[in-house]
Each structure stands twice: as C-alpha cells, then as structure tokens.
C-alpha cells in the first residue's frame, strides 16, 4: 500500500490549496479514505472522511464550510480543497486509509502572513 499526498505549500490567510493523495497497492474504490492533520505539538487529528463511492462525507467543525473532500476512484485519488485558510489551518497534512495502518507521509501546509 502507498499513499503519496501533494499540494501543500506556504500560503497567506484568506487563501485556497488543493491538497491530493494519489493511492496504489489496494483496491481504492472498495475503501473510506480519510484526511487528517497534526500541528506542531499536537495531537493528530481528522479533519475529512469521505465513503468509498463519495456518496457521503464528513468533517471536523473546525473546518466546516471551508474544506471540501472528494475522491476520482477512476485516477485512485482522494482530494482536500481548503479554502478561507486561517492560521489555525497551519499543519502537516496525511491522507489514511480509514480505520488502518496504512498513512500518507505528509504534506506541509503553512499558513502565514
């Protein structure tokens, strides 16, 4: 299994990132995928899920109304697009296979002015 995520970058408040995770090893379709986020001195933390087929999703309130997961089981990719980025939004960010062992090694998302 292997999960290669991408798009993060340093941004200003206010701005939009496209985050993705291209997925291999697995079959993609068959799975929930899953988006999560760890600051510096923090604990991990989910931030989006979405169903195998993308018929259903779901995210932390503290990102609600900004970011917006989606997945093309043709190309075996789950997306994140984060709008409004704030501050707070400043992370490494992993994909996951829902409910396993299997992460994403990381993208950087800085958020600053």
């Known amino acids: 299994v292997q999960l290669v995520e991408s798009g993060g970058a340093l941004v200003q408040p206010g701005s939009s990132l496209r985050l993705s995770c291209v997925a291999s090893g697995f079959t993609f379709s068959r799975n929930v995928m899953t988006w999560y986020r760890q600051a510096a001195g923090k604990e991990r933390e989910l931030v989006a899920l979405?169903?195998?087929?993308?018929?259903?999703?779901s995210y932390a309130d503290s990102v609600k109304g900004r970011f917006t997961i989606s997945r093309d089981n043709a190309k075996n990719t789950v997306y994140l697009q984060m709008n409004s980025l704030k501050l707070e939004d400043t992370a490494v960010y992993y994909c996951?296979?829902?409910?396993?062992?299997?992460w994403g090694q990381g993208t950087q998302v800085t958020v600053s002015s």
């Open positions: 979405i169903l195998s087929d993308g018929g259903g999703t």
């Open positions: 996951r296979v829902y409910n396993s062992a299997f």
